[in-house]
């Protein structure tokens, strides 16, 4: 099972400085917390709520890819389906659906279906597993692509929804940059916070045992595909919760956004970040989304595919753990164990 | 599980053997009336046309010829070396554009043909032994590796030919269409009317068979196919007997490789070349794959029919509801058969 992270302590296999918690989450929680005094609208915004709203959905795939050794490129489809549940259910400028309901009852609504559609892609890439996972999600994320760009009754097809609106309550409107960035920090910090909680939970570690060996969890008495379907739920929900959020971001939805090479980009970011620890993902949004931003000065916004493609197979082949792994190097370690394969 | 099958030609009643022979001498004698009478009102009123009808049949066999010579490689790829390559759409791509531009600086579509393969087969021997050789055992890097080579690969595509869409131009005795022995109608003179059919596209099919068995051939009948199918079955046994494994990855990536830029040319000549086909391509492969099951080439020719016809039934039928058809034909598949239908369980 090569998709496995095997660790022998799953304490130690964080990076050392995000391993006690305690300072580290300190001062970066202070850093994100006072960001917006010094930071423009710009910066606000496009890289920094932007870069969390990624990093969450990266989040979810390290949920799944770096607990459960199951890689899915669904995830980003995941959230477009809460996307789209309330671009559908909520109010768009596109003249099809938009029921208006209240955003109370839209956003966990959302959420909700985004958690399920995550457990019943769950359900299906559970039937093999391995490689196989994700081929199998590859190719839902696909077909989830062309549906929605094929059909128009239900998603309006190629155009999608536009003219979404974030919420406005207790005369606050909750796009504006200052509110919406830390609407979006909080929304990441539960996330993560519920990340590292889940990992140290006895299911999380059921989920670590399995991704190590699942023929012997299987043999103890575990229900192994329960497990995984469950897992993929709370990064269904993860992934939802980040689906509302990019939607609430953009102001639209359409398949463009949840196309394949979107899809990609999350692996990309989880890759690049690492996935050994839940920080990895938002790391590697972050340096992700600045690239993109500024790539354009480096070598002209056409090529900028080219420059992530290339700087992503640098990290595959110099640092499988990622920016965090290339981290963990600096201190000398027993063993330095990768993605590698497990003997 | 086949007690009947186990206890032969008892008088118990028909083997399982002999069951699916008399179903699959229904079906045939129903497609042989649907394909040779003059359809009654009623059908015409629930398939809309007996031409609609088979022209999407034939269209969806067609595409499925494509989608076998593009997933053959691929299963054959993954099948023996474990190896996801995600970056066998590109392939295709690259072999398309290949195939244009020799076509139109040589005038001779063949040498397109050629070259789409032989391009793309030692690019593909080049991948193996200088990226994926260092990778060895390691599957996920190996899979995070062909996403990395197809991004980059699409975006230098999409530099050197931009976005424009681009069609091979196919010789003079491929063009043109042929009347099937098929009534779709009779006119009130009395003439019959013929199904008419795009040659080329027949040639697309003729070729993707005349391939499938040049490939069962060579897998089944020679010495190299032996040792593929060993390495497919147990690839540390095959090493530890004295075979030069390596090798024989190499000539099985070159092949495959080969054969996707070889779909390329084919296929941009039927349909068109643009950014995008590269992904389509992909998806088509891979369900094809997990469907028909992994490393087999029979296999591959199950799902690609499926798929083919899935898609261009689903075209007709119900067009915004098509790509659900291919999806749910996956599903079930995984739900009833994870290994695929032509798969073997590890």
Redo the contacts between chains.
């Keep these: 099972m090569?998709?496995a992270l095997p660790t022998s302590d799953p304490t130690r296999a964080a990076t050392p400085a995000f391993a006690g918690g305690g300072l580290a989450h300190l001062v970066l929680a202070a850093v994100l917390v006072l960001y917006p005094a010094v930071a423009s609208d710009f910066f606000l915004t496009q890289i920094g709520a932007y870069s969390l709203i990624l990093g969450m959905v990266a989040l979810s795939l390290m949920l799944l890819a770096g607990y459960g050794g199951m890689?899915s490129l669904a995830q980003l489809s995941v959230a477009g389906m809460a996307g789209y549940a309330v671009a559908i259910f909520g109010l768009n400028s596109s003249g099809v659906h938009g029921f208006g309901w209240p955003w109370w009852i839209v956003v966990p609504f959302a959420v909700l279906i985004a958690g399920i559609a995550s457990a019943l892609i769950g359900a299906?890439s559970s039937?093999?597993d391995?490689?196989?996972t994700?081929?199998?999600t590859?190719?839902?994320a696909?077909?989830t692509f062309?549906?929605t760009q094929?059909?128009?009754?239900l998603f309006n097809?190629f155009p999608g929804f536009a003219g979404i609106r974030a919420p406005e309550f207790w005369g606050v409107f909750w796009r504006d940059p200052v509110p919406f960035y830390y609407v979006t920090l909080a929304v990441a910090a539960l996330c993560y916070a519920a990340v590292l909680y889940a990992a140290r939970s006895t299911f999380g570690l059921a989920l670590q045992a399995i991704r190590d060996n699942p023929r012997r969890m299987r043999a103890i008495g575990f229900d192994v595909t329960a497990h995984k379907i469950v897992a993929y739920f709370f990064a269904g929900l993860i992934a939802g919760l980040a689906g509302v959020l990019l939607v609430w971001f953009n102001g639209r939805i359409s398949p463009g956004t949840i196309n394949?090479?979107a899809a990609?980009n999350i692996?990309?970011i989880a890759?690049i970040g690492g996935m050994r620890h839940p920080i990895g993902p938002f790391l590697g949004a972050l340096v992700v989304v600045l690239m993109q931003t500024f790539a354009i000065d480096l070598i002209g916004a056409?090529?900028?595919?080219?420059l992530?493609?290339?700087f992503?197979?640098v990290i595959?082949?110099a640092s499988?753990d990622g920016l965090l792994g290339l981290w963990g190097r600096f201190r000398p370690r027993s063993g330095q164990e990768s993605?590698?394969?497990s003997p | 599980m086949s007690i009947a099958g186990e206890t032969g030609a008892a008088p118990r009643g028909l083997t399982r053997g002999q069951a699916w022979g008399i179903v699959a001498f229904f079906a045939a004698a129903v497609f042989a009336w649907l394909l040779f009478a003059v359809w009654p009102d009623w059908l015409n009123a629930i398939l809309i046309s007996k031409k609609a009808f088979f022209s999407s049949i034939f269209n969806g066999i067609t595409l499925a010829g494509l989608y076998f010579l593009v997933a053959s490689g691929f299963t054959l790829v993954f099948g023996l070396m474990?190896n996801?390559n995600?970056a066998h759409g590109s392939l295709y791509l690259l072999g398309a554009y290949l195939g244009y531009e020799v076509t139109r600086i040589t005038g001779y579509w063949l040498v397109g043909v050629a070259a789409g393969f032989a391009v793309l087969a030692v690019l593909g021997l080049l991948m193996q032994v200088f990226v994926f050789r260092?990778l060895e055992?390691?599957?996920?890097?190996q899979?995070?590796?062909t996403?990395?080579?197809s991004?980059?690969a699409?975006?230098?595509m999409?530099?050197m030919w931009t976005g424009a869409t681009y069609q091979i131009a196919t010789p003079a005795w491929l063009d043109g269409a042929v009347k099937l022995p098929v009534v779709t109608a009779y006119r009130s003179s009395g003439d019959a009317v013929f199904l008419t059919y795009p040659f080329y596209r027949l040639v697309v099919l003729a070729a993707a068979i005349v391939i499938g068995i040049g490939l069962w051939l060579l897998l089944n009948r020679t010495r190299v196919g032996m040792m593929i199918r060993a390495g497919v079955d147990d690839r540390a046994m095959l090493a530890a007997s004295g075979v030069n494994v390596h090798a024989v990855f190499a000539v099985v990536f070159a092949i495959g490789a080969g054969l996707a830029g070889f779909a390329g040319v084919v296929g941009g000549s039927a349909l068109s070349v643009a950014p995008g086909e590269d992904?389509r391509y992909?998806?088509a492969s891979?369900?094809v794959?997990?469907v028909g099951g992994?490393g087999s080439i029979t296999g591959a020719a199950i799902g690609a029919l499926l798929i083919g016809l899935a898609e261009q039934v689903g075209l007709v039928y119900f067009?915004?509801?098509?790509?659900?058809l291919?999806?749910v034909i996956?599903?079930v598949t995984?739900?009833i058969r994870?290994?695929g239908i032509m798969g073997k369980a590890r």
Excluded: C, H, K
Aim: hydrophobic share 60%; proline share 4%.
């Design positions: 090569s998709l890689v299906i039937r093999t391995g490689i196989y994700i081929m199998i590859l190719a839902i696909t077909a062309y549906f094929q059909n128009y009754a097809g394949v090479a990609i692996l990309i890759v056409e090529r900028f595919n080219t992530i493609g290339l992503f197979l595959v082949f499988p993605l590698g394969p | 474990r996801v995600l260092r055992g390691d599957d996920l890097r899979t995070l590796v996403i990395g080579i991004i980059v699409a975006d230098l999409l530099w992904v992909l998806l891979l369900v794959v997990i992994m067009p915004t509801y098509g790509i659900v291919t999806f996956m599903v995984l739900a994870p290994q």
